[in-house]
C-alpha cells in the first residue's frame, strides 16, 4: 500500500520551520562561535563574536529572529518516490507554510515580485526557491535555509579550465572572500560547489552549507583542500564583521560532482554567521 | 570607554569623532534602505519637499521585523551600506550628517563625507534581536506601501555603534584588515 501524506501536514510542517530556522541558531553553528573565541586575537573581534552568541541565545529565548533578515526562503526537499501527496500541490503546499510562517511568525518579508523594474514585495515571502530530489522510500524530507541578502550578494561562480586544477580553485574561492569583505558579516561559513555546469555548481555549493560546520568532506583529498581554503582565507585579516582579525570563515565545505571533460565549474556562496537552517522528516 | 552622542549632529559633534571610537546614540534616527533611498533621491531632483528634514539627521540602514505583540519594533540590525552609495553623496550634500550600516562605502562617499562633514557609524551586522531592544519608538512616515523598506522614525536610547569612517576619511575597515593580514 502506498503511504500518503496530506498538504496540511506538510503546510503546518514548513510554517514551523521558517519560524524555527529565524529564531533558533543550529547547535553546531553556536559551537563553531564557541570555538572562534579560542583563535580570535583581535579583542574588537572577540567582543564581536561575543555578543553574537549573547544575540542569538536572546532570540532564542525570547522567540524572535536572530537577524531581521529573515531571507529568501530556500526549501530542500528529498521526496521518497513511493509517498503519495493528497488534498492540494507540494508546492503550493510549501508555499503555503512560508506564508503562514512569514505572518505567524512576525518574520521580515523579503521577496520582491519582478526583480528587475515594479520590485515590488509580494507582502508574504513567497515564492520560496524549491529544489526537488525524488529519493528511495515514502518520506518526504523537508529542510529550510533562509537565505539572506548581505551574504547572498557576494557569492560568485567561476568556469574554469581543468588545467587551472586545485590552485585555481583555491584562489577564486579567497578572492571571492576578499572581494566580499566585510559585507557577508564574517565569521562566514564558504560552501564551495565544483563540477558538473554552471548551475550545478551553484547548487552544491548552496547545498553545502547544510553540513555540519567544520565537519571535514570525506574524500581526505577534499578535506585536505578545505582546509587549505579555510587557512589561506584566514590569512585574509578581514576577521569578524571585518573589522580585522584572525577568523574570517569558520568553515570550507566543499561538495562535488562529476563534470564534462572540458570543464571544471566552481561556484561560492557564502555564509553569514547567522547559518540558519532547519528540517523535519514527514 | 564609549562616548555617549546625541542626534541630529552637529559639525563640531561629528568632527569630535574618530574611525574606532565605540558610540552610543541617542535620539531620533530615520531608517532608509534601497528602495526608499531611490524615492528620496527621485524626490529631491524633482524638486519635491522630503517626508523628513535631513539637515544634521542619521540614516540607519535597516529593514526592520515585524514587532511581536509587546515589542516596540522587531529585530533590527543593519543592512549592506554600498548598496546606497550610488544616492548617499546627493543625501550628504542636503545635509545629512551620519549614517549607521555595515560594509565597505564607495571613494565618493567617503570624499562627500569629508566635504561636507558626515560620519559613518557601523552597527554589528546580525546583532537584530539585541539591537532592537535599544530602540524605543517606530513609526512609519513615509512609503508604509514598502513594507519593511518604508522610512521608520526610531527614538533610539544608546545605540551602540562605533565608528567606521569618520569625517576625516579614516576607515576602521582598512586599518583592521592591514592589523591581522598574513597575505
Known sequence: ?282 | MAKRVLTPLTDDVVLSLKSGDEVLLSGVVYTARDAAHKRLVEMISKGEALPMELKGQVIYYVGPCPPKPGQVIGSAGPTTSGRMDPYTPILIERGLKGMIGKGLRKPEVIEAMKKYKAVYFLAIGGLGALLAKRIKKAEVIAFPELGPEAVYKLEVEDFPVIVGIDAYGNDLYVEGVNRYKVI
Open chain 1, 1 to 282: 500500500m502506498v503511504r500518503e501524506i496530506h498538504v496540511d501536514q506538510i503546510v503546518s510542517t514548513v510554517e514551523g520551520l521558517c519560524i524555527k530556522a529565524a529564531n533558533i541558531l543550529p547547535q553546531d553553528v553556536m559551537e563553531a562561535l564557541r570555538r572562534s573565541l579560542e583563535r580570535e586575537e583581535s579583542p574588537m573581534g572577540k567582543n564581536i563574536i561575543n555578543l553574537l552568541i549573547e544575540n542569538a541565545q536572546v532570540a532564542s529565548t525570547e522567540g524572535v529572529p536572530i537577524c531581521q533578515d529573515t531571507g529568501v526562503t530556500v526549501v530542500f526537499v528529498e521526496l521518497g518516490q513511493d509517498l503519495h501527496i493528497v488534498g492540494g500541490n507540494l508546492y503550493d503546499a510549501i508555499n503555503e507554510g512560508v506564508r503562514r510562517g512569514y505572518i505567524n511568525g512576525y518574520l521580515r518579508k523579503s521577496v520582491v515580485s519582478d526583480p528587475i523594474f515594479d520590485r515590488k514585495n509580494t507582502g508574504d515571502n513567497t515564492p520560496a526557491v524549491i529544489y526537488t530530489d525524488v529519493v528511495p522510500g515514502d518520506r518526504l524530507k523537508i529542510t529550510v535555509l533562509p537565505k539572506g541578502a548581505g551574504s547572498e550578494n557576494m557569492g560568485a561562480v567561476k568556469m574554469l579550465i581543468p588545467a587551472d586544477g586545485p590552485q585555481g580553485i583555491k584562489s577564486f574561492v579567497v578572492e571571492t572572500v576578499k572581494v566580499a569583505g566585510s559585507n557577508p558579516c564574517p565569521p562566514i561559513i564558504i560552501g564551495v560547489g565544483v563540477g558538473g555546469t554552471m548551475e550545478k555548481a551553484a547548487l552544491l555549493s548552496k547545498r553545502a552549507l547544510l553540513r555540519k560546520v567544520g565537519e571535514p568532506h570525506p574524500d581526505p583529498k577534499i578535506a585536505n583542500l578545505e582546509r587549505e581554503i579555510l587557512e589561506e582565507v584566514n590569512k585574509l585579516g578581514i576577521g569578524p564583521q571585518g573589522l580585522g582579525g584572525r577568523v574570517t570563515a569558520m568553515a570550507v565545505h566543499i561538495e562535488l560532482w562529476p563534470t564534462h571533460i572540458a570543464c571544471m565549474p566552481v561556484a561560492v556562496t557564502l555564509q553569514c554567521h547567522a547559518a540558519r537552517h532547519a528540517e523535519a522528516v514527514l
